[in-house]
């Protein structure tokens, strides 16, 4: 008669760890997916870095317009 529900054994548990994982997916959606860096990005962190000449920037920057 008491087989669903909290009166199952271990019913109170299953609620808890459904709210668990509802809890941990909202998370997840708010949070969002990091952002990406564009190729400008890359190529101004490549540049800072010193990993290419002036002249190499400024000419992979022009084929990126």
């Not at 969002?32 to 190529?43: D, F, T, Y």
């Not at 190499?56 to 022009?62: P, T």
Request: proline share 5%.
């Amino acid at each position: 008669m008491y087989m669903y529900g909290y009166h199952m054994p271990f019913g109170g548990l299953m609620g808890f760890l459904i709210a668990v994982v509802f809890i941990i997916v909202i998370y997840r959606l708010l949070k969002g997916a990091p952002p990406e860096s564009s190729a400008k990005q890359i190529l101004d962190e490549r540049f800072a870095k010193g990993e290419i000449s002036e002249e190499e920037y400024l000419s992979k920057k022009e084929n990126l317009k």
